[in-house]
């Protein structure tokens, strides 16, 4: 078992910049990708950014170039750095970490809510 608790969701306004943070506990030998999902109203769960641990990224199409995604396997811990963030990025942001263990178990954080005012 994997244990996730976000921190750093909040309201700012656009432009604004926020800085989300997970950190893992638990089983965390196996855990091989890092990463961020958000979740808008109405919308489907959707990849934000995500970090495999050889240090490999990938980002949405939509966050390259404001977003950027951290990660110190010493602290089990992930980051997003939000910048310039626009009103189409509110969303509820939730932490996941991959397990590779006979098989790849998905594990979730409780989700930080991010809200962007115009």
């Known amino acids: 078992q994997v244990q996730l608790v976000e921190s750093g969701g909040g309201l700012v306004q656009a432009g604004g910049s926020l800085r989300l943070s997970c950190a893992a506990s638990g089983s965390i030998f196996n855990i091989n990708v890092m990463g961020w999902y958000r979740q808008a109203p109405g919308k489907q769960r959707e990849l934000v950014a995500s970090i495999i641990s050889g240090g490999r990224i990938n980002y949405a199409d939509s966050v390259k170039g404001r977003f950027t995604i951290s990660r110190d396997n010493a602290k089990n811990t992930v980051s997003l750095q939000m910048n310039s963030l626009k009103p189409e990025d509110t969303a509820v942001y939730y932490c996941?970490?991959?397990?590779?263990?006979?098989?790849?178990?998905?594990?979730w954080g409780q989700g930080t809510q991010v809200t962007v005012s115009s």
């Open positions: 996941y970490a991959d397990v590779y263990y006979s098989g790849i178990t998905k594990y």
